[in-house]
């Protein structure tokens, strides 16, 4: 079993995941059974990997809790169309939002839902300074 230790936000500490694949994590997706995860052994919940690459098994980022999946995903429902639409350059983005965080900003790194409404309320301001 391959092991490592990753922050996980439900537990709200370093754990240590152990590796998995997408047919324990994702039984009923056969297209996602050979594709690595790491999981959180105390509550469950579970991180990607960035498969497509050379660190196949390197972890997106921090493992989520379903709160914080969620405020990811609506995160990039705002992000994504700001960049991508050529309104402002993805690096400037990611720029703002990291002075707003007071760190380094990725999706993959938010650890609480404080950090997620921070983060979500900067892209709001910033998807209505860019109509």
């Not at 079993?1 to 922050?7: A, N, P, R």
């Not at 439900?10 to 059974?33: F, M, N, Q, W």
């Not at 921090?62 to 999946?69: A, D, G, L, N, T």
Request: glycine fraction near 6%; charge should be positive.
């Amino acid at each position: 079993m391959i092991e490592m230790v990753v922050y996980c936000c439900e537990c709200g500490k370093e754990i240590v995941a152990r590796l998995t694949d997408g047919a324990e994590i994702y039984p009923h997706r056969p297209d996602l059974s050979d594709l690595p995860f790491w999981k959180c052994n105390e509550c469950g919940n579970y991180v990607g990997c960035h498969h497509k690459t050379k660190s196949r098994i390197r972890p997106l980022g921090c493992i989520p809790s379903p709160k914080i999946r969620s405020a990811r995903k609506q995160i990039h429902a705002l992000l994504d169309p700001l960049w991508k639409s050529g309104k402002m350059k993805r690096g400037a983005v990611y720029q703002v939002l990291s002075e707003a965080l007071g760190r380094k900003y990725h999706t993959a790194e938010l650890r609480t839902i404080r950090e997620a409404v921070i983060i979500y309320k900067t892209l709001e301001k910033l998807t209505e300074d860019h109509k």
